[in-house]
């Protein structure tokens, strides 16, 4: 099946700082949903970009998807401990999705 | 509020057993998924369903089975359980346009002893 790579498996920050986690793969993204599953929890949806190039914003984080829709990043701005948890991405294609392997992201108080 | 719920959140079972888990939306969603959630390997689709009595092999089916007799129950079956089958196993639905979520029920952590 579709193969998407997500970059880095794990990321401590200090709290404060800035964090990003990248979703990549070989082949043309359908169109990238993305999920943060909290430690103990299930993943729950955050955001869908479909269009090339399409950037949105939540808050403090920014999603974006790369001009050949073939990565697409999320950027959070001045890290929270409530922000916690495993961000995953997941392409869509069909009636399938492919999910990345997630980053597990820790932040230091 | 939307609700994807499953039978248990941990179970211990034996190698050679049969395992059911049950996976229940209220959503009347026509979509419905099995994965396994292991560290380092993120979220892999063992099943999916996208209507009564329809099944459609994921990315790693051997060892398992599945039932969707009914729209909202969606079940996968271990027909002889294995240790390399402790895993989180979590179910989600959505509903059937291209780019409708998925929603997740609360996981089921299995131990294959």
């Known amino acids: 099946g579709q193969q998407v790579m997500q970059i880095p498996q794990y990321q401590h920050v200090q709290e404060g700082e800035d964090f990003t986690t990248y979703c990549n793969s070989s082949t043309t993204l359908s169109n990238i949903q993305w999920y943060k599953q909290r430690p103990g929890g299930h993943p729950v949806f955050l955001i869908q970009l479909v269009k090339s190039g399409e950037v949105k914003k939540q808050k403090r984080l920014t999603f974006q998807f790369g001009e050949a829709k073939k990565n697409s990043s999320l950027h959070i701005t001045a890290t929270q401990t409530t922000d916690v948890g495993t961000y995953f991405c997941?392409?869509?294609?069909?009636?399938?999705?492919?999910f990345g392997t997630g980053t597990s992201l820790t932040v230091i108080p | 509020d939307v609700k994807v719920t499953q039978s248990s959140r941990y179970l211990v079972k034996r190698t050679g057993e049969k395992v059911f888990l049950e996976c229940v939306q209220d959503m009347d969603h026509e979509n419905m998924f099995w994965y396994r959630q292991d560290p380092g390997l993120g979220l892999r689709l063992i099943y999916f369903?996208?209507?009564?009595?329809?099944?459609e092999k994921g990315d790693i089916p051997e060892g398992y089975s599945v039932s969707r007799e009914k729209k909202e129950r969606f079940s996968l079956i271990l027909e002889s359980a294995s240790t390399n089958q402790t895993s989180m196993y979590l179910c989600a639905s959505n509903s059937i346009p291209i780019g409708d979520t998925q929603y997740f029920g609360p996981g089921t952590r299995l131990t294959v002893l």
């Open positions: 369903s996208y209507d009564v009595k329809m099944k």
């Open positions: 997941a392409d869509q294609t069909g009636n399938q999705f492919y």
